[in-house]
């Protein structure tokens, strides 16, 4: 080998070293939260559902994120926006400010009766589990380096003890899905607020046990179209 053939060589080498240890922007940032228990008890909710909302730039975050911001403004909220807590008339506007953001909806919904493994059926937190599971599992490539945000309030009741096996479980079936997980205070995060509500108006359309939210769906049925999106009901 000559001696700029050697140079040659060293140049790519030392281009591919610096690419490899340079780190990768994500594909699509993901928040995530949940509306409903893992408990089958008769005081339980009747169905879980975990729901993400995913962007494709941190334009559309930064975009979506100012709209619950004004959201806010408007109805002088000082603390989160949580979906159980929120009275119909913010959230009637609440959904309908949000329909120039950009992102997509993915989410799980369980009904519980439906669940007949006593392995969930008996724990509250694998049930928990279950979902996100098939939910980051079934991301049909939608999911690829992705960057996951979770209340870090969650963490225990998603049995996740940390990020490495939130991780190691999401990329087991599909490698390379997530990226990385960070937890984060949802008082302070309005896209994991963000991903409340829509948890929330989706458990409150199929619930039984309280009366049935119907018309906040249809507000954003759109974000749920596969492939981007899904609402899969799990059995």
Same mark, same amino acid.
């Given at each position: 080998?000559?001696?700029e053939?050697?140079?040659?060589?060293v140049?790519?080498?030392?281009? +591919?070293?610096?690419?490899?240890r340079?780190?990768? !922007?994500?594909?699509t940032w993901?928040?995530?939260?949940d509306?409903?228990?893992?408990?089958?008890?008769?005081?339980?909710?009747?169905?879980?559902?975990?729901a993400?909302?995913?962007?494709?730039?941190? =334009?559309?975050m930064e975009?979506?994120?100012?709209? &619950?911001?004004q959201c806010?403004e408007k109805?002088?909220?000082?603390? =989160?926006?949580?979906f159980?807590?929120?009275?119909?008339k &913010? !959230?009637?506007?609440?959904?309908?400010s949000?329909? =120039?953001a !950009?992102?997509?909806?993915? +989410?799980?919904?369980?009904?519980?009766?439906?669940?007949?493994?006593r392995?969930?059926?008996?724990? +509250?937190?694998?049930?928990?589990?279950?979902?996100i599971?098939q939910?980051?599992?079934?991301?049909?490539g939608?999911l690829?380096n992705?960057?996951?945000f979770i209340d870090g309030?969650?963490?225990?009741?998603f049995?996740?003890?940390? +990020?490495?096996?939130?991780?190691?479980a999401?990329?087991?079936?599909?490698?390379g899905? &997530?990226a990385?997980?960070?937890?984060?205070?949802?008082h302070s995060?309005r896209?994991i607020?963000?991903?409340?509500m829509?948890?929330?108006?989706?458990n409150?359309?199929?619930?039984?046990d309280?009366?049935?939210?119907?018309?906040y769906?249809p507000?954003?049925?759109?974000?749920?179209?596969?492939?981007?999106?899904?609402?899969?009901?799990?059995?």
């Amino acid at each position: 080998m000559s001696e700029e053939e050697v140079d040659k060589f060293v140049e790519a080498y030392q281009a +591919a070293d610096k690419l490899a240890r340079e780190p990768v !922007k994500p594909s699509t940032w993901v928040y995530l939260d949940d509306s409903g228990d893992g408990s089958t008890s008769q005081q339980a909710s009747s169905h879980l559902v975990m729901a993400t909302c995913v962007f494709r730039s941190t =334009e559309d975050m930064e975009h979506a994120s100012r709209l &619950v911001d004004q959201c806010a403004e408007k109805f002088g909220i000082k603390g =989160e926006f949580k979906f159980s807590k929120t009275r119909k008339k &913010v !959230k009637d506007y609440f959904f309908d400010s949000m329909h =120039e953001a !950009k992102f997509s909806v993915r +989410a799980i919904c369980l009904d519980k009766q439906l669940i007949k493994s006593r392995k969930y059926t008996t724990n +509250a937190p694998m049930m928990k589990g279950l979902a996100i599971a098939q939910l980051l599992d079934h991301g049909f490539g939608i999911l690829q380096n992705s960057k996951v945000f979770i209340d870090g309030q969650d963490t225990k009741a998603f049995k996740i003890p940390d +990020a490495a096996y939130f991780m190691d479980a999401a990329n087991r079936k599909n490698p390379g899905a &997530v990226a990385q997980v960070k937890f984060v205070d949802s008082h302070s995060n309005r896209l994991i607020q963000l991903a409340d509500m829509h948890a929330g108006a989706i458990n409150a359309h199929f619930r039984r046990d309280k009366p049935r939210l119907t018309h906040y769906i249809p507000t954003f049925q759109h974000r749920m179209r596969i492939p981007d999106g899904t609402l899969w009901h799990f059995k």
